[in-house]
């Protein structure tokens, strides 16, 4: 088994849903129960899979779980995206943590890409 406290990516997760509960405050009072929560379990989600994936004991259910948090960084990504394209998010707001959205996907990425070659 695996100690998710030690990596990198789980910390950095942390750090992302942080930053996320900040800039959801920023959006409008009618998407309390639209895009606010959907934005949040996204986030949450990343880091969660992360260290669900660690208490795995076969290579392959670890990988599986990057692979879910992986697609809940992308899902983030768009949600922010979306944000701005309806005018919830200044692109100044925003593209900071976009960024590192994508610098968290890279390296989920190479994590998978590595446990998948090296085990």
């Known amino acids: ?11 950095d997760g942390r750090i992302l849903v942080k930053d996320i509960y900040g800039l959801t405050k920023l959006l409008l ?14 986030a949450i989600s990343i880091p969660a899979n992360i260290a669900e994936g660690c208490s795995k004991y076969s290579q392959k259910d670890f990988v599986r779980f990057l692979q879910i948090s992986l697609g809940s960084a992308y899902e983030l990504e768009t949600h922010l995206i979306l944000c701005q394209d309806l005018n919830f998010l200044s692109a100044d ?3 900071a943590t976009i960024k590192n959205i994508q610098k968290l996907q890279r390296r989920i990425t190479s994590l998978i890409k590595y446990n998948k070659s090296n085990h």
């Not at 695996?2 to 910390?11: A, C, D, T, Y």
């Not at 009072?29 to 996204?42: D, N, V």
Request: proline share 4%; glycine share 4%; aromatic share 10%.
């Open 93 to 95: 707001i925003s593209k």
């Open 1 to 11: 088994m695996r100690n998710f406290r030690e990596l990198n990516v789980w910390k």
């Open 29 to 42: 009072e009618s998407e309390k129960f639209g895009l606010t929560p959907q934005i949040r379990r996204s």
